[in-house]
């Protein structure tokens, strides 16, 4: 794991020397994450970076993994997706279900801390156990929250409520709710494979691999197949762009084999290709985090054209990469692109297919838009800034009053 | 002025921690009414964390009304107005907000038509509101030598801070008022307060400042030789 020190190069030492500062008023602190699940999956990800992270800087904090059956993942799912906007019905048992598998995890779990850190809607329901077990409560909701299915989160508001504090990724997944809100947006590590620097023959090779010709512009949507992805609404607007420009487009993302949907949107995007030799669909294994690292940097616009997104990392990864980005205005992609400052935001396939030819022919402006969005990205998207809102997250549990905290 | 009467100057350093208010704004009167019914901790936020978070974008609009104004509801000339609204002038958040009310309702009234216009979906106007967490660094200057040290090594929220939210705290510019009451350093601090910090990025500023010093401190060593 990398240590602190490395990230001075990306946030100067500046701002390391602040998180020690922020750190220090949290020293006999003890926090106790729980989620769900210790490998795979965005939220484990963020914990396996960030504990250790928090940990060199001195800062008690422990991570604990909830159990479970299978139904009772296959309820969570489900939970998630209704969550997503889904309509779930929920039987009785199911609920049952939920509520005993929380309820014998808060038996066997040792809850302890003066936080205790819940991630998302699996361990929800611990929050039972608030009064007996004491300390300050967080509910961090890492998925999109924009139109939750009305009769699950009416069922996991009374959970929620009972919570100190409650924290979402992007302004639109706000609800009405009794409890405080927080803002932390999710965030990026440049030391990562996906995100690192890269030489110029590691980019060529990949390109090669994929039979990518480097001497014409590549236009990339990184993103699983997936309807909300709007693949086939990509292909429709490169074929606009290719009327006038000459250019490849590359759409890359996880294998599709277990997932029906995914093997269905696939086959709808290949109709729509038509054997295009200028359109390569990638069908990546997991862990290609150099490929699209390599394409990513490879490319002269990157898009993410999204009908719904969570956060929208892949927007953070390409503008740290200095790419100019064309985006939908969707979930966290507007905190990361500021409209014809930090790459342009469209709403149409035609308004997709505009940008990319604005892009594609004014090259000083592609790269300003390019360059503004690594800075942007370097202020307010790596984890060095994860790590400060946390830390500012936990002092704000222990100070609650006042709009100004003198420390 | 001997150094054991100096008062030494402390650098601190400030960070927000972000709420959210669960209220949006999709039109001009929305956004009216969101300004006047949130506490002033959204005022705050609205109006000064813009430049730390887009600094890059400087000289261009620097709030979050000014921004949402003219890039998403494509009221440019509201956007303007908005946007170069002078911030020092006011030394209190209820002054800023009556200002922004005053300039939107001027402006309905001489546009009517400006209350149609309304933000496309997903770009609707958030209503945010902002802790603040002061921090004591470990930088105090006794000199101007130290002063110059401490300015290059702190963080640009350290000078963000001291000049711009200042004002808030009833001092024009921490800098200029502790070179002026200190170290008698008038020139110098009035030469800091000449300064439009909002035409600058932080680092800029950081740049300019530290020049300004080391011009006078070798202006000093000449006078001493």
């Known amino acids: 794991m990398p240590e602190l020190k490395e990230y001075a190069k990306y946030v100067g030492s500046d701002v390391l020397d602040e998180l020690e500062l922020y750190a220090a008023k949290l020293k006999n602190v003890t926090v106790q994450n729980i989620n769900s699940t210790a490998v795979g999956g965005g939220v484990a990800e963020i914990l396996t970076n960030m504990i250790p992270l928090l940990q060199e800087l001195g800062i008690n904090v422990k991570w604990d993994v909830i159990k479970g059956g299978e139904k009772f993942f296959e309820i969570t799912k489900k939970m998630h997706n209704a969550l997503h906007g889904q309509e779930g019905n929920f039987s009785q048992e199911e609920i049952d279900n939920y509520l005993e598998t929380n309820e014998s995890n808060a038996n066997q779990m040792n809850l302890h801390g003066d936080i205790i850190y819940i991630h998302d809607p699996q361990p929800c329901a611990l929050i039972k156990r608030k009064q007996e077990v004491g300390g300050k409560w967080i509910w961090r909701c890492h998925i999109d929250f924009s139109r939750p299915d009305k009769l699950i989160w009416k069922f996991l508001k009374e959970y929620v409520e009972k919570y100190d504090v409650s924290v979402f990724s992007a302004p639109s997944f706000a609800r009405e709710l009794t409890i405080p809100q927080v803002l932390i947006a999710p965030s990026i590590d440049p030391l990562s494979d996906k995100n690192k620097d890269l030489s110029q023959e590691t980019i060529d090779a990949v390109l090669e691999r994929f039979k990518l010709d480097k001497n014409r512009p590549i236009v990339t949507q990184i993103s699983r197949f997936d309807y909300l992805k709007d693949p086939v609404g990509v292909v429709k607007a490169f074929k606009q762009v290719r009327k006038s420009v000459d250019c490849q487009l590359v759409l890359a993302g996880g294998e599709a084999t277990d997932d029906p949907e995914g093997a269905q949107v696939l086959a709808e995007v290949r109709e729509v290709v038509e054997n295009d030799p200028d359109i390569f669909l990638l069908l990546l294994p997991p862990a290609s985090n150099i490929e699209i690292n390599a394409l990513q940097r490879a490319s002269s616009v990157v898009l993410q054209k999204s009908l719904r997104e969570g956060f929208g990392l892949t927007v953070a990864e390409a503008l740290w990469k200095a790419k100019p980005v064309v985006a939908s205005a969707v979930g966290g992609i507007p905190l990361q692109v500021a409209h014809k400052y930090s790459g342009l935001l469209t709403h149409s396939i035609e308004g997709t297919a505009f940008a990319i030819k604005q892009l594609l022919q004014n090259q000083p402006y592609a790269k300003k838009l390019g360059e503004n969005g690594r800075e942007h990205v370097r202020k307010n998207f790596l984890i060095t800034r994860h790590l400060r809102d946390y830390m500012l997250l936990f002092l704000s549990l222990i100070y609650p009053e006042g709009d100004v905290v003198h420390l | ?225």
């Open chain 2, 1 to 225: 002025m001997s150094e054991s009467h100096i008062e030494p100057f402390h650098f601190y350093t400030r960070q927000n921690l972000i709420y959210l208010t669960g209220k949006k704004a999709k039109n001009i009167s929305e956004l009216l009414a969101g300004i006047k019914e949130l506490p002033l901790s959204s005022i705050y936020h609205h109006t000064h964390h813009y430049l730390e978070q887009f600094e890059f974008l400087t000289p261009e609009p620097p709030n979050d009304y000014a921004y949402w104004i003219k890039d998403i509801l494509q009221d440019r000339l509201l956007g303007e107005e908005i946007a170069s609204l002078d911030l020092r002038q006011f030394s209190t958040l209820e002054e800023i907000r009556n200002k922004i009310i005053e300039i939107i309702e001027a402006s309905v009234e001489r546009n009517a038509e400006s209350l149609q216009r309304s933000a496309p979906p997903g770009e609707e106007f958030y209503f945010k509101k902002a802790r603040s967490f002061i921090f004591p660094t470990k930088y105090i200057s006794n000199n101007l030598n130290e002063f110059l040290e401490c300015l290059k090594n702190v963080s640009i929220y350290s000078i963000y801070y001291h000049v711009f939210e200042s004002r808030l705290r009833g001092s024009n510019n921490d800098f200029s008022t502790w070179l002026a009451s200190s170290l008698n350093e008038t020139e110098l601090a009035r030469e800091f307060l000449r300064l439009d910090p909002y035409s600058q990025t932080l680092d800029n500023l950081r740049k300019i400042f530290t020049r300004l010093i080391e011009n006078r401190l070798k202006e000093n060593t000449n006078a001493r030789t």
